[in-house]
């Protein structure tokens, strides 16, 4: 007999969790989950103590720790912007709408009593579990990650076939006017996607392609070995910015990176020159990044083998037509 609803708690995890909370991280991924600290109890509750990372749990009362929600500061410079994801309920209490109920504890009281302007989420594209929770709970969708995560991440559910890919997907709850520069190959869904993320007027501006003025690049950089994965970090955009990236590729890809991504500030007089440079050296559209710097960004992203394109399954058809733009500017990329 099914437990009923009321026999579930959700709440931020308390120290009588934590091992519970271990042992569903390892029902879910088995022990191959990049990120480590997952696996012990005592780092959880100082992710929480220092707000690193906040877990809500959802707890039987006579039970196990059934489902979980992370809130947590990863790629972003700005640091009131926080991650949602690390979503997973137990096979056996899954059906049951607890995933549903964390969430809403998430964004409707969670996250406005901790005053976090802005929350953005990954919802993996290998089955549309979290897609579809993300859909009804307030989120626009703004881009595509293809091939974010290794497969071996997802080997104890046997739910991936290759690498995962994700939808980008954002919820502000604090937001302000900005002057947003449109590179000319994307400045069409650029304005689209970011005017349904936001509820505050913006003034949208065309991106001109010339070298800017002034110092050099600022590129900020950092690898996830496990994932295979290295994220770059633009800055300041000055004109030796194919120099500095080639070399942070070239650096990271001896460390075994396949993936790479690019995060650029779409308030940058020099966006339209570095979407132009990065599209030389083979990346292409990712997504638009609300707050990502305080100010919006974009996401350009570069695989180094084919990506798991079969392996995408996505659910709205927003999300469908993102992907579908994403692989025909590929195509143009490496067409070249």
Same mark, same amino acid.
């Given at each position: 007999?099914?437990?009923?609803?009321?026999?579930?708690?959700?709440?931020?995890?308390?120290?009588?969790?934590?091992?519970?909370?271990?042992?569903?991280?390892?029902?879910?991924?088995?022990?191959?989950?990049?990120?480590?600290?997952?696996?012990?109890?005592?780092?959880?509750?100082?992710?929480?103590?220092?707000?690193?990372?906040?877990?809500?749990?959802?707890?039987?009362?006579?039970?196990?720790?059934?489902?979980?929600?992370?809130?947590?500061? $990863?790629? %972003? &410079?700005?640091? #009131?912007?926080? =991650?949602?994801?690390?979503?997973?309920?137990?096979?056996?209490?899954?059906? @049951?709408?607890?995933?549903?109920?964390?969430?809403?504890?998430?964004?409707?009281?969670?996250?406005?009593?901790?005053?976090?302007?802005?929350?953005?989420?990954?919802?993996?594209?290998?089955?549309?579990?979290?897609?579809?929770?993300?859909?009804?709970?307030?989120?626009?969708?703004?881009?595509?990650?293809?091939?974010?995560?290794?497969?071996?991440?997802?080997?104890?559910?046997?739910?991936?076939?290759?690498?995962?890919?994700?939808?980008?997907?954002?919820?502000?709850?604090?937001?302000?006017?900005?002057?947003?520069?449109?590179?000319?190959?994307?400045?069409?869904?650029?304005?689209?996607?970011?005017?349904?993320?936001?509820?505050?007027?913006?003034?949208?501006?065309?991106?001109? $392609?010339? %070298? &800017?003025?002034? #110092?050099?690049? =600022?590129?900020?950089?950092?690898?996830?070995?496990?994932?295979?994965?290295? @994220?770059?970090?633009?800055?300041?955009?000055?004109?030796?910015?194919?120099?500095?990236?080639?070399?942070?590729?070239?650096?990271?890809?001896?460390?075994?990176?396949?993936?790479?991504?690019?995060?650029?500030?779409?308030?940058?007089?020099?966006?339209?020159?570095?979407?132009?440079?990065?599209?030389?050296?083979?990346?292409?559209?990712?997504?638009?990044?609300?707050?990502?710097?305080?100010?919006?960004?974009?996401?350009?992203?570069?695989?180094?083998?084919?990506?798991?394109?079969?392996?995408?399954?996505?659910?709205?058809?927003?999300?469908?037509?993102?992907?579908?733009?994403?692989?025909?500017?590929?195509?143009?990329?490496?067409?070249?």
């Amino acid at each position: 007999m099914s437990q009923p609803e009321d026999s579930f708690e959700v709440r931020l995890m308390q120290p009588e969790d934590s091992a519970g909370t271990v042992s569903l991280y390892r029902a879910t991924y088995g022990d191959a989950y990049p990120i480590r600290e997952i696996y012990d109890p005592q780092a959880l509750l100082h992710q929480q103590e220092t707000g690193e990372m906040y877990h809500v749990v959802c707890r039987a009362k006579q039970g196990p720790v059934a489902g979980h929600w992370g809130l947590y500061r $990863t790629s %972003a &410079p700005f640091p #009131g912007i926080y =991650e949602a994801g690390h979503g997973m309920v137990l096979a056996e209490y899954r059906g @049951r709408g607890l995933n549903d109920r964390i969430a809403r504890y998430t964004l409707e009281t969670l996250i406005p009593r901790l005053g976090i302007p802005a929350v953005w989420g990954e919802a993996v594209a290998n089955h549309l579990f979290m897609q579809k929770t993300c859909a009804v709970s307030g989120y626009s969708e703004t881009g595509i990650e293809l091939d974010l995560m290794p497969a071996a991440s997802y080997e104890k559910e046997k739910s991936a076939s290759g690498r995962v890919g994700a939808v980008l997907v954002f919820r502000l709850y604090q937001t302000r006017e900005q002057t947003i520069r449109l590179p000319a190959p994307y400045a069409g869904l650029l304005r689209e996607l970011h005017r349904e993320a936001h509820d505050a007027p913006h003034v949208y501006r065309n991106a001109p $392609t010339d %070298a &800017p003025p002034g #110092g050099p690049s =600022e590129v900020q950089s950092v690898a996830f070995e496990g994932a295979n994965l290295a @994220r770059l970090t633009v800055q300041a955009i000055g004109s030796d910015l194919r120099e500095i990236v080639k070399e942070r590729e070239k650096l990271h890809a001896g460390g075994g990176a396949t993936v790479f991504q690019a995060y650029l500030r779409l308030t940058d007089p020099g966006i339209g020159f570095a979407v132009r440079t990065l599209r030389g050296c083979g990346y292409f559209f990712g997504g638009v990044l609300p707050r990502w710097f305080d100010d919006d960004g974009l996401m350009m992203q570069k695989t180094l083998h084919e990506p798991n394109v079969p392996g995408i399954r996505l659910y709205t058809d927003k999300a469908k037509r993102i992907l579908d733009f994403i692989l025909q500017d590929r195509a143009e990329v490496t067409a070249r």
